[in-house]
């Protein structure tokens, strides 16, 4: 058997063993309730996170600069009280 041979049937066999790998896993049971799988049902927004939201959208803030002004914004809120 030559090594071109070999270096083939050694590919075939690996590709063979390897399809189990990458089997698509089965999918989630259906009786985990929706609401506890998103993100959104974690915890709802404060007045203050919503009043700061308002703010950074009146100052048309995106991105890391919209981040950054609503965590000092909350941050203020928070010392007021």
Do not use: I, Y
């Not at 090594?3 to 066999?13: D, P």
């Amino acid at each position: 058997m030559s090594l071109s041979s070999r270096a083939a049937a050694t590919a075939v066999a690996s590709l063979l063993l390897m399809s189990s790998a990458f089997a698509q896993t089965p999918a989630p049971a259906a009786s985990t309730p929706a609401a506890a799988t998103t993100p959104a049902a974690k915890k709802p927004h404060t007045a203050a996170s919503l009043e700061c939201s308002k703010e950074a959208d009146a100052k048309g803030l995106h991105g890391k600069e919209r981040k950054k002004f609503r965590s000092e914004c909350k941050k203020t809120a928070a010392d007021k009280k």
